[in-house]
């Protein structure tokens, strides 16, 4: 079982930043890919970003690429979400997630991101 909190949310202007944070329970944090999801109102929750249980492989959404960062500290159960350049279409409710095989299996309660233009 694994447990998510996040934070790090906020309303920024429009090309500025923001790092989320996760900070996952259980001693088996380590062993699991990690990823950031997103949600605007009337959408589809839509994947973000994710990283390998490593650390070592990362992947973005064409959205993202070259403006957000995927990272994790496994000495501190945490995963990170670096946003640059901030748009306006990234408004969204921030959702972390962890998975054995994929980021899915557990769920964070999510962190709103509001960015004005």
């Known amino acids: 079982q694994v447990q998510l909190v996040e934070s790090g949310g906020g309303l920024v202007q429009a090309g500025g930043s923001l790092r989320l944070s996760c900070a996952a329970s259980g001693r088996t944090f380590s062993t699991y890919a990690m990823g950031w999801f997103r949600q605007a109102p009337g959408r589809e929750r839509e994947f973000v970003a994710a990283?390998?249980?490593?650390?070592?492989?990362?992947y973005y959404a064409d959205s993202v690429k070259g403006r957000f960062t995927i990272s994790r500290d496994t000495d501190k159960n945490t995963v990170y979400l670096q946003m640059n350049s901030l748009k306006p279409e990234d408004t969204a409710v921030y959702y972390c997630?962890?998975?054995?095989?994929?980021?899915?299996?557990?769920w964070g309660q999510g962190t709103q991101v509001t960015v004005s233009s």
């Open positions: 997630a962890a998975g054995i095989e994929r980021p899915g299996d557990y």
């Open positions: 990283i390998s249980w490593s650390g070592v492989n990362t």
